[in-house]
């Protein structure tokens, strides 16, 4: 697998949040692998949200930005490391993003995190001759690797039917349209009752759901990033109304759309 035979410079930490409201935030493409060993994490990954629950090992590969949150009620434990994702190629990234976002802990993976962060810088030497830096880099390759042989051995990696693949990019790329299950199914060539049962059956939800938290994100996004109001966000978005989009903010994230801002 060419994604693992590359050279990558990898970056290692840990954190605790204590019952205290923490985020982080990073603005520039990066792959990374976390364990939650206690806790919940929400991420928003290129404006998508995603919450993960301890225990659990987690993937985020992005091109533009990552939002980390963790809960307020409840002690979070994190490790993670990342790398830039410059040397990757159009075939990685579909490597990367065809892996579920989150699974059970690896048994090899906490030892292997453990070690890389024992290593510390030990010499000045440039990093292309520290030892140190080849062995964190080593673990942080085998991590990675740990990660997708994981997600094999879980069954979890089988390719997308080509029906499910063409109507989720149309709810990626046009969530603000009046989307009907009917419409889907014809754009992806099948009837509605079996796209309802291949969205269930690869992707979790229905495809409605998937299109309304599609939506969902894309909103919080824009919330996040940009100065338009509640009605101008609702609207691009798909949302019935300013209310509607409100509602469902408060519902998933247990608070209103300007706690966001």
């Not at 939650?36 to 998508?48: L, N, P, Q, T, W």
Request: aromatic fraction near 8%; proline fraction near 7%.
């Amino acid at each position: 697998m060419e994604i693992l035979s590359r050279d990558y410079n990898f970056h290692f930490h840990k954190a605790t949040s204590d019952n205290n409201p923490a985020g982080t935030y990073f603005g520039e493409p990066r792959v990374e692998v976390s364990l939650i060993m206690k806790g919940s994490v929400r991420f928003i990954v290129d404006g998508r949200v995603r919450v993960v629950h301890a225990p659990c090992a987690t993937l985020q590969a992005y091109h533009v930005d990552l939002h980390a949150l963790s809960n307020t009620d409840q002690k979070v434990q994190t490790m993670w490391c990342h790398f830039s994702p410059d040397a990757l190629s159009e075939d990685d990234w579909s490597v990367l993003e065809n892996l579920p976002a989150a699974q059970p802990i690896p048994p090899l993976m906490p030892s292997l995190f453990a070690g890389a962060l024992s290593l510390q810088q030990e010499s000045d030497s440039p990093p292309e001759h520290d030892v140190t830096n080849h062995m964190r880099n080593s673990l942080g390759r085998t991590i990675l690797a740990e990660y997708i042989r994981g997600t094999q051995l879980a069954g979890r990696t089988r390719p997308l039917p080509k029906a499910v693949i063409v109507a989720k990019k149309a709810l990626d790329s046009e969530y603000s349209r009046s989307w009907t299950v009917a419409k889907l199914a014809s754009l992806a060539g099948t009837n509605a009752n079996y796209l309802i049962h291949l969205f269930k059956t690869y992707l979790g939800v229905p495809p409605m759901h998937y299109l309304w938290e599609r939506r969902l994100d894309a909103g919080i996004h824009m919330l996040q990033s940009t100065s338009l109001t509640i009605d101008e966000i609702s609207h691009r978005c798909g949302f019935r109304s300013p209310a509607h989009f409100s509602r469902r903010v408060k519902d998933r994230n247990g608070a209103p759309p300007s706690r966001f801002r």
